[in-house]
């Protein structure tokens, strides 16, 4: 199976002349951490919810209104071709410690994968009646209390080559639930959450193929 098979078609993008507000309110509309930075059809650069948090400082900072995506975008990202295989694609993002692929063919974004799309795929089992939430996490020693507290929620516990933890939560109300999930990790448990996707009807029983 290769990229294409898997990836998503951009639903948002945003030029680089944007403010960093317009991001943000992307970011929360759409459910997404990353938002691609488009400039004539070619991908000129990705914008992260930290790099938000760098521009709203900034702004306070030096009393600067308008601060653009140009200004705070990460401009090296790391494509990958539709054609590649999805072992490659896994391959890049653990190398470059990345959770999200640019798909650009001919100079242009045609798509994004992303680490939970490649994860999903790699499990040996994949139910199809319930409602999950796919999170990547730096390992914490908090990590043993949340496993606990949200063990009848635990699906799956896998650690990446990498060093980071890939979680899945069993979620049955929807978006929102999983909205307070992330912040109850990021806010009570002070976790670092690099990536959380949250999957309708997609609860994993094995990510043996992950680790």
Same mark, same amino acid.
């Given at each position: 199976?290769?990229?294409?098979?898997?990836?998503?078609?951009?639903?948002?993008?945003?030029?680089?002349?944007?403010?960093?507000?317009?991001?943000?309110?992307?970011?929360?509309?759409?459910?997404?951490?990353?938002?691609?930075?488009?400039?004539?059809?070619?991908?000129?650069?990705?914008?992260?919810?930290?790099?938000?948090?760098?521009?709203?400082?900034?702004?306070?900072?030096?009393?600067?209104?308008?601060?653009?995506?140009?200004?705070?975008?990460?401009?090296?990202?790391?494509?990958?071709?539709?054609?590649?295989?999805?072992?490659?694609?896994?391959?890049?993002?653990?190398?470059?410690?990345?959770?999200?692929?640019?798909?650009?063919?001919?100079? *242009? %974004?045609?798509? #994004?994968?992303?680490? &939970?799309?490649?994860?999903?795929? @790699?499990?040996?089992?994949?139910?199809?009646? +319930?409602?999950?939430?796919?999170?990547?996490?730096?390992?914490?020693?908090?990590?043993?209390?949340?496993?606990?507290?949200?063990?009848? *929620? %635990?699906?799956? #516990?896998?650690?990446? &080559?990498?060093?980071?933890?890939? @979680?899945?939560?069993?979620?049955?109300?929807? +978006?929102?639930?999983?909205?307070?999930?992330?912040?109850?990790?990021?806010?009570?448990?002070?976790?670092?959450?690099?990536?959380?996707?949250?999957?309708?009807?997609?609860?994993?029983?094995?990510?043996?193929?992950?680790?």
């Amino acid at each position: 199976m290769r990229v294409v098979d898997i990836m998503s078609r951009v639903v948002v993008s945003l030029p680089p002349d944007a403010a960093w507000q317009t991001a943000l309110s992307s970011m929360r509309e759409h459910h997404v951490h990353h938002i691609p930075v488009v400039d004539g059809g070619r991908m000129v650069g990705m914008i992260r919810q930290s790099d938000i948090q760098r521009a709203a400082m900034i702004e306070g900072q030096q009393q600067a209104g308008g601060v653009s995506l140009a200004r705070v975008m990460v401009r090296k990202v790391h494509p990958v071709a539709p054609c590649a295989l999805l072992t490659e694609a896994l391959d890049q993002m653990l190398m470059h410690h990345v959770s999200i692929l640019p798909v650009v063919e001919d100079g *242009r %974004l045609v798509g #994004v994968v992303t680490h &939970t799309d490649l994860l999903r795929l @790699l499990s040996s089992s994949v139910g199809s009646s +319930q409602d999950a939430l796919y999170l990547r996490i730096k390992p914490s020693d908090r990590l043993g209390g949340v496993l606990g507290h949200y063990q009848r *929620r %635990l699906q799956h #516990v896998t650690v990446l &080559t990498n060093g980071d933890i890939m @979680l899945v939560l069993r979620m049955a109300h929807g +978006q929102a639930e999983s909205d307070r999930v992330v912040d109850q990790l990021q806010v009570d448990w002070k976790l670092d959450v690099i990536d959380a996707t949250y999957r309708p009807g997609r609860a994993v029983q094995s990510l043996s193929g992950a680790a």
